[in-house]
């Protein structure tokens, strides 16, 4: 097989066997450290830009299927896995993880050390990297990879370009898209809803003017400060509409109401993070996907109050305003991949509704 190189800013690099498509590529490396789920996690919107490396040491054995897909069009930069399975099979199976990344025209590496390079992560943080051939020359490729800048506008490159409907004839809800995954609008479309998804920057003034009996922030890519126009929207919708935000939509709503956020050394990314819910005591087991978190210190003088914590690092994983029918979580409820002991996260999103429409008839 052709081999080809991950090299690292650090100046470290790997050398393994060339899978997917044939091309150079540049991201930010990361992991994920579940053991399923390789479909939906390549297609999350919120993945753009990074080049993920899979932790579990066997990656596509069960193959690709049409039925798995977050989003249509993958954003990812690349894929590092230990060992791509070459015979997959499942009775869903329709192509090999190799055919599925040569399809959507991403590059990726197998044969390498992931164990190594998932620690060097660890202890260094996440890192730039670019997958190239074997035969580039190692310092010119390492001069061209310490002088690219990741871009910025992660945002406004996934998500919906002007408002579409997915038609529900229940509740309706306006679905912000700062990079939403699939997983999301299906779980609202099972509550029976009528979903209006919209661009990341458009006004509370026009999601009003809709009429929704809820709002959603969606997840998505990148620092939640390089979309400040999201900022003066959830302040204009807060309170007049019940708000539920999801993953970055949980960071802007931090974001709006005052506190900060911060880049995290390496981010929490995989289906087994354990989060605790203040109230009750009661622990789930959560899927997770973000690089930034909220600083639980910029909190104090704000309207809003922690109602979740991550076990492994105290962060905070869930918010609720303190006036306001409107709550957020860091963790992704709709889950895909991962364990669905949070779903119930959308029903209370269905509860808050209803009261709020029954006290505006009252």
């Excluded at 929704?212 to 959830?234: Q, Y």
């Amino acid at each position: 097989m052709t081999k080809r190189i991950l090299m690292l800013e650090d100046g470290t690099y790997f050398v393994g066997e060339a899978i997917g498509a044939d091309k150079e590529t540049i991201g930010e490396v990361v992991f994920n450290t579940g053991m399923t789920g390789y479909q939906e996690t390549i297609t999350d919107p919120s993945y753009y830009g990074q080049i993920i490396t899979f932790t579990y040491p066997l990656v596509g054995n069960y193959g690709v299927n049409r039925d798995d897909y977050e989003s249509i069009q993958p954003v990812v930069k690349g894929v590092v896995v230990k060992e791509a399975a070459e015979f997959p099979s499942n009775w869903r199976e329709q192509m090999s993880l190799d055919a599925f990344l040569k399809e959507k025209g991403i590059p990726g590496i197998q044969g390498i050390d992931t164990r190594k390079l998932t620690k060097m992560i660890r202890k260094e943080g996440t890192l730039k990297g670019i997958l190239a051939s074997e035969t580039a020359d190692l310092e010119a490729l390492l001069h061209h990879l310490k002088a690219v800048r990741l871009p910025k506008d992660q945002v406004s490159q996934v998500s919906s370009s002007k408002p579409f409907a997915s038609p529900g004839e229940g509740k309706r809800v306006v679905l912000v898209d700062y990079g939403v995954k699939g997983s999301i609008l299906k779980e609202l479309n099972k509550r029976g809803c009528h979903v209006t998804i919209v661009p990341h920057d458009m006004t509370a003034d026009e999601i009003l003017h809709m009429h929704p009996d809820g709002v959603m922030l969606s997840n998505g890519p990148g620092d939640p400060k390089d979309v400040p126009e999201a900022l003066d929207m959830i302040r204009g919708i807060q309170g007049k509409v019940p708000l539920f935000g999801i993953c970055l939509g949980h960071q802007l709503f931090a974001l709006a109401n005052g506190a900060d956020t911060f880049k995290m050394k390496f981010g929490h990314r995989g289906a087994n993070h354990p989060v605790k819910e203040l109230a009750s005591g009661r622990v789930d087991f959560t899927a997770q996907n973000h690089g930034y978190a909220v600083d639980a210190a910029t909190l104090d003088g704000t309207n809003l109050t922690v109602t979740h914590i991550e076990l492994n690092d105290e962060t905070v994983e869930g918010l609720a305003h303190k006036e306001f029918p409107a709550y957020t979580v860091q963790y992704h409820p709709e889950a895909n991949p991962g364990p669905s002991d949070v779903n119930y996260l959308f029903d209370q999103f269905m509860e808050m509704m209803e009261q709020k429409g029954e006290m505006r008839h009252a």
